[in-house]
């Protein structure tokens, strides 16, 4: 469930708009004004702000740069029946998720707002991922990079040896293991102060991916009113890591591709070609070798990138570290959270120590975070825990058992319907709240999951 303001001066569209984001099971604060918008927005963290662009004598606009200067986190959809280019590329370069043409269709803006809010959930990830990442320790070894397993210690191994050189290297694996914290690694042990760049391809709209990467001169669209460098160019002679590069679209493939071929690129709207000097790093929880064969990903392209890949291995696949990861994340959130280190029981260790936990860093250190949140007494016990860690330790019903019928029969639709949301609930609380991680627990396609979410009004990142 998000929190989302929805801010319209036309009550009709306020109350349409309360009616269909509750039935999508979130939580919805409304406002007539950018006054009573503001003061909402000062109130709460807010997920989400759905604004229209006009509101009375006032702008959408100015909500927007208000909520992105006190809140960068929180997403904001501009809503209009007066569109213009200029207006769009404004809000957008102001850090708008999207915009929204009235009259729309309902399907197309839930699909929006679900966008959105999966893009701030990874926004979310990538925030803890940069906890986990830093500097040398005292003892000479990256101490960010957790663990003493084997597969973590032979990852380790090969960032020292590719931190020497200046090779395009792709690092796979699955969401939340830590990919971008593998991409900070090398890139500090190469010991230049140059900067490190990242982006997360499938976080930006489409439309504006190619600017970002590569710049653009003035003039060279409406709106563009001076020329700006892209992130090859802002990166200098660091590092630009392309997270998420198995969901550029094609026509920037291209582009990359040239860009990786010749070391030059060109911006939008420009005819001179520019060199770069920024080492490659790109990472994809996606097999790119199926997208490949799949006719998604361009295959020049992925041997172009795929030179060295790095596999960030699962934390299921290196059980042994999650101790330390416990421990690192009780120091880090108790610090956070200004209170004391609260002991752990040892059921409740047990428990945290057998979960294969398929959202991997990201949903550990959001159970870590709940467990201190929710304990008293200074000590977190099983109850502190998630359902799904807590049924971790009962033993699975024998499957040949089925359950008996009752004398006076059974609504068996209303029973499966039953078993299917509660089934629906614990994936997507074992995924922390992500999609697609509870879709792969459930072996789902991600629309199947997303349709059978919709159809019992469950709400997800």
């Known amino acids: 469930m998000a929190k989302i303001l929805v801010v319209d001066d036309e009550q009709s569209m306020r109350e349409f708009l309360e009616i269909l984001l509750r039935k999508q099971g979130h939580e919805v604060v409304a406002a007539a004004s950018l006054g009573a918008a ?116 032979e990852v380790r191994a090969l960032v020292e040896k590719l931190a020497r050189t200046r090779t395009t290297v792709l690092i796979s694996g699955e969401s939340g293991t830590g990919k971008e914290v593998v991409a900070r690694a090398i890139h500090a042990r190469a010991g230049h102060r140059q900067p490190f760049v990242a982006i997360n391809c499938g976080a930006i709209p489409e439309g504006l991916i190619e600017s970002e ?48 071929q010749e ?27 199926e997208e490949v064969r799949a006719g998604r990903f361009r295959e020049d392209l992925y041997y172009r990138l795929n030179v060295i890949q790095l596999r960030m291995p699962a934390l299921r696949e290196r059980r042994e570290d999650l101790p330390l990861f416990v421990e690192h994340f009780l120091g880090r959130f108790t610090a956070e959270q200004g209170r ?54 009962a033993p699975p019903a024998a499957a040949s058992a089925p359950p008996a019928l009752p004398e006076a029969g059974i609504d068996l639709q209303a029973h499966l319907d039953a078993i299917e949301r509660a089934l629906l609930e614990q994936a997507l609380e074992r995924a922390g709240g992500v999609k697609t991680e509870a879709a792969r627990v459930l072996s789902l396609s991600f629309r199947s999951l997303r349709y059978r979410l919709a159809k019992f009004g469950i709400a997800g990142r």
């Open 38 to 153: 503001l003061a909402c927005a000062a109130d709460g963290d807010l997920d989400l702000v759905l604004s229209d662009l006009r509101l009375g004598a006032d702008s959408g606009i100015q909500l927007l740069e208000a909520v992105k200067r006190e809140a960068p986190g929180t997403e904001v959809i501009i809503l209009t029946a007066f569109a213009t280019t200029e207006n769009a590329i404004q809000a957008m370069k102001l850090g708008a998720y999207d915009y929204v043409l009235k009259p729309f269709k309902v399907e197309e803006l839930k699909l929006v707002i679900e966008k959105a809010l999966e893009h701030r959930g990874l926004v979310a990830e990538n925030r803890v991922l940069r906890h986990t990442v830093g500097r040398r320790g005292g003892d000479g070894e990256d101490a960010e990079l957790i663990g003493r397993s084997p597969a973590i210690e």
């Open 213 to 260: 990467l590569f710049g653009h001169e003035k003039g060279s669209f409406t709106g563009a009113t001076e020329a700006k460098a892209g992130l090859f160019e802002v990166a200098g002679a660091g590092t630009l890591f392309l997270d998420e590069v198995g969901e550029l679209p094609p026509p920037v493939q291209v582009k990359l591709l040239r860009a990786l």
């Open 263 to 289: 070391r030059k690129l060109r911006r939008v709207g420009g005819s001179a070609d520019l060199g770069f000097s920024a080492r490659i790093v790109a990472a994809t929880n996606r097999d790119l070798a």
């Open 340 to 393: 004391a280190r609260p002991a752990l029981s040892p059921e409740a260790e047990r428990l945290l120590l057998a979960h294969d936990y398929p959202g991997n860093v990201r949903e550990l250190a959001n159970v870590v975070e709940r467990a201190l949140t929710l304990c008293d007494g200074g000590r977190i016990v099983p109850g502190d825990l998630p359902h799904a860690l807590r049924g971790a330790a």
